[in-house]
C-alpha cells in the first residue's frame, strides 16, 4: 500500500489535537495544544480509515506577574494521541467529507512551589463532519469544521479540576486555507475555542484563539520547512453570582494573553506510513489581568517554553476496488 506522503501528511495533520498547559484559565490550560494544525492543509486523502499516532514533550517554565519574578518554576508534559480519520469519500455542495476522532493521554508535572503531578485520560475529542473544497485546478483549497471535547476525562477534587480532565465542553470551529502544488505545502489554519460553563462552580473560561502557519516543501520523500503559530485568550472568563458563592472569581485567573512560537517540520515518506516531526521555541508569552492588577495584585500566569512533537499515520483500511469485467478473446 504505497500511500503518497503529501496527502498523508494532510490527514495526519487533522486530528493533531492534545492538551497544552498554559495555566491560562480557570480549567487550567487551553483544550488543543498550541500548534496542533502544523503540518495540515486542506487537503483529504483518499477514501478508507487512518490511524495516527502522536506524541509530544513540551519543557517550559511559567511567566508572568503571578510568578513574583520567579523564572525556574518548570513545567513538563508528556503526551501519547491516539486518533483515527474516516473518508467514506462522500461529497456534499462540491466538497469531500471527513470526520475525526481523537484520545489523548496526559501527564504533565509543575515544579516549585507547586510541585504536583497530574495523568490520566484528556477529554476526548470529535469532529463530526469536515468539509473540504478544492478550488478549480489552483492548488489553492479550504476546509471547515467544528471539533468538540467531551467532558470525560480523568477529574477529581471538588471542583472537578484536580486533574487533567475538565467539567465544561469546549466547541472549536476551524477553517483552514492552502496552497497545494508543485510540492509545496502553504496552510494557515485557524480554529477557536468557545467553552461552556464548569458544571461544578458554573465558572466559564474566556474564547481562545489559535493559528497555524505551515510553509514546507516536498522533495521526493522528504519534506521540509518552517513553521509558526500564534494563541490567545481573546475574551474575558465571565464568573456569575453562582460561581463566586463556590469561592472562584475572575480576579484568581489571567484574562487575557498572547503566545507566539517559530520553528520547523521535517517528515519522509515510508510508503506504507508518514513520519512527520516539528519543534517550535515560544519566542514570546505576555499574560495579564488588568482588573486584579488594578487592585494591586495579578495572579496571572502563561507558559513558554519548546515543543517537539511527532506524527505517525497511516491507513489501516480502504474500500475494495470494484471488480473489472473479464476480458475474452478468441
Not at 498523508?8 to 494544525?37: M, R, Y
Not at 461552556?196 to 493559528?211: M, Q
Amino acid at each position: 500500500m504505497n500511500m503518497n506522503y503529501k496527502t498523508l501528511l494532510a490527514a495526519a495533520g487533522i486530528a493533531t489535537v492534545a492538551f497544552s498547559p498554559a495555566f491560562a484559565n480557570e480549567g487550567g490550560g487551553n483544550q488543543t495544544k498550541a500548534g496542533a494544525f502544523i503540518g495540515s492543509s486542506a487537503g483529504v486523502p483518499p477514501p478508507g480509515i487512518y490511524m495516527i499516532n502522536q506524541v509530544f514533550t513540551y519543557q517550559a517554565n511559567l511567566t508572568g506577574p503571578g510568578t513574583g519574578g520567579k523564572t525556574n518554576i518548570g513545567v513538563h508534559a508528556n503526551v501519547d494521541v491516539q486518533a483515527f480519520l474516516f473518508v467514506p469519500g462522500w461529497t456534499f455542495l462540491g466538497a469531500t467529507y471527513d470526520a475525526v476522532l481523537v484520545q489523548p493521554f496526559v501527564d504533565i508535572s509543575v515544579g516549585n512551589p507547586a510541585n504536583a503531578q497530574f495523568s490520566g485520560m484528556f477529554d476526548t475529542y470529535i469532529v463530526p463532519v469536515e468539509l473540504s473544497w478544492k478550488l478549480g485546478n489552483s492548488g489553492f483549497a479550504v476546509k471547515t469544521g467544528l471539533g468538540i471535547y467531551v467532558p470525560d476525562g480523568t477529574k477529581t477534587g471538588l471542583n472537578g479540576l484536580g486533574n487533567v480532565g475538565n467539567p465544561y465542553w469546549t466547541y472549536q470551529p476551524e477553517i483552514i486555507l492552502s496552497y497545494l502544488a508543485n510540492g509545496w505545502n502553504l496552510s494557515a489554519a485557524i480554529y477557536e475555542e468557545f467553552n461552556t460553563a464548569n458544571s461544578v462552580t458554573h465558572y466559564t473560561s474566556g474564547n481562545l484563539l489559535h493559528a497555524d502557519f505551515t510553509a514546507t516543501k516536498t522533495f521526493g520523500k522528504w519534506t521540509i520547512g518552517p513553521v509558526a503559530y500564534y494563541e490567545g485568550q481573546v475574551t474575558d472568563d465571565s464568573c456569575p453570582i453562582s460561581c463566586i458563592a463556590t469561592g472562584e472569581s475572575t480576579l484568581f485567573h489571567s484574562s487575557r494573553y498572547d503566545v507566539w512560537a517559530v520553528g520547523g517540520l521535517v517528515g519522509y515518506d515510508f510508503g506504507p506510513a508518514a513520519l512527520s516531526v516539528w519543534a517550535t521555541q515560544e519566542v514570546s508569552a505576555k499574560v495579564s489581568n488588568s482588573a486584579a492588577a488594578a487592585l494591586g495584585s495579578d495572579p496571572s500566569t502563561v507558559t513558554q517554553g519548546t515543543t517537539v512533537f511527532a506524527t505517525l499515520s497511516y491507513r489501516i483500511w480502504a474500500p475494495e476496488e470494484p471488480m473489472k469485467p473479464a476480458m475474452y478473446h478468441k
